[in-house]
């Protein structure tokens, strides 16, 4: 199946947009489950079950499902087996998913339940600062790697747009075709939480998330790099799994 490259979750097709200046930002709200497998249960198990019940599931609204599992982490992350990554076009449709679910999906999640054990569930509001270059074909796999981020002293929301600028074209020059998403914390998220936001940049395999790393290391070195208005934190990489396309509701 065709690959695609990813960035801070999620190649949709453009939904809502906010406007700032003459170019809008397209916008998603995303939900997120933090849950391990059961006893006698792995990964497979629960893939084969959104692949087939989940996935049969008629949302009112146009829904996209991920399953994501870790693949470059640290001992102190959390430990979670995987996650699972919802997205709508903004937090309205998301309530409606929501109220549907519940009243119509309790024998799938009743399913959900039997494999894993999720610790929390909240929700993110999305800002696509690239789009990526190739649509997403459903039940696509790729990476997404995620950065923790807090603005420097003196920086902020309005240094973003110019930033951004910077960084498409810096992308633009080292080939990159996948897209870069900006989360921030909404409904259920840690509270304890000191992150500014967090970064997602997606891959369609490793060597091209090496790739851009190399890149980013190379310019770094020459003093090429764009201004970096956050402190960002070194990333951690999960293996993204596409079960349905928000384009197919």
């Not at 006698?40 to 949302?59: C, F, I, P, Q, R």
């Not at 998220?189 to 936001?197: I, V």
């Amino acid at each position: 199946m065709k690959k695609i490259i990813l960035i801070l979750t999620i190649t949709f097709t453009g939904l809502t947009q906010v406007f700032a200046d003459e170019n809008p930002y397209t916008t998603y709200t995303g939900e997120i489950l933090q849950c391990n497998l059961l006893d006698g249960k792995d990964v497979n198990d629960v893939l084969e079950m959104v692949k087939k019940d989940w996935y049969a599931l008629s949302y009112p609204v146009p829904y996209e499902g991920w399953v994501l599992t870790p693949t470059l982490y640290a001992d102190n992350d959390g430990g979670y087996d995987l996650f699972w990554a919802g997205f709508t076009s903004n937090n309205s449709e998301m309530g409606a998913s929501l109220d549907w679910f519940n009243k119509n999906a309790t024998k799938v999640f009743s399913k959900w339940q039997n494999l894993v054990s999720c610790a929390s569930w909240s929700q993110w509001d999305i800002f696509e600062a690239r789009k990526p270059a190739t649509d997403l074909v459903e039940g696509d796999t790729g990476y997404w790697a995620f950065h923790s981020c807090n603005f420097k002293e003196g920086k902020g929301t309005s240094d973003l747009r110019e930033n951004d600028v910077q960084w498409n074209n810096f992308l633009d020059g080292i080939g990159h075709e996948g897209g870069v998403w900006r989360w921030w914390a909404g409904s259920g998220s840690d509270t304890q939480n000191t992150n500014d936001y967090y970064v997602n940049i997606s891959f369609s395999t490793m060597k091209e998330f090496g790739e851009y790393r190399d890149a980013r290391m190379n310019s770094m070195m020459s003093g090429s790099m764009p201004e970096q208005i956050a402190d960002c934190q070194t990333p951690r990489v999960y293996s993204a799994n596409n079960i349905k396309a928000i384009t197919n509701n």
